[in-house]
């Protein structure tokens, strides 16, 4: 069983940047495609990146060119960069294994907002 703990978010202005972690238990780590998700407030959950066990990364295209995905295996830890937030990114980012999910932690919350 793979568990997760998530950080970094917080409170941001519109423009504004983060970088959300993710440390992952579990020694097979290393080949789980991992992805990370949102959930706003009223809607269903969704991913927005994904990277594979050998580094691919895809994202959703409303924050495609704005948000970059990465992981250290080595460290079991997947990040998530976000930059020119908007107020639409406001929800609580999850990470999780990709496709296929595990169970979920407790989220960070990002608040885009003036």
């Known amino acids: 069983q793979v568990q997760f703990v998530e950080s970094g978010g917080g409170l941001v202005q519109p423009g504004g940047s983060l970088r959300l972690s993710c440390a992952a238990s579990g020694s097979i780590f290393r080949i789980y495609g991992m992805g990370w998700y949102r959930q706003a407030p009223g809607k269903q959950r969704e991913p927005v990146a994904a990277i594979t066990s050998g580094g691919s990364s895809n994202y959703a295209d409303s924050v495609k060119g704005r948000f970059?995905?990465?992981?250290?295996?080595?460290?079991?830890?997947?990040?998530?960069?976000?930059?020119?937030?908007?107020?639409g990114d406001t929800a609580l980012y999850h990470c999780n294994t990709y496709p296929t999910v595990h169970?979920?932690?407790?989220?960070?919350?990002?608040?885009?907002?003036?």
Not at 72 to 81: E, I, M, P
Not at 103 to 114: A, D, L
């Open 68 to 87: 970059t995905i990465s992981r250290d295996n080595a460290k079991n830890t997947v990040y998530l960069q976000m930059n020119s937030l908007k107020p």
């Open 103 to 114: 169970s979920w932690g407790q989220g960070t919350q990002v608040t885009v907002s003036s």
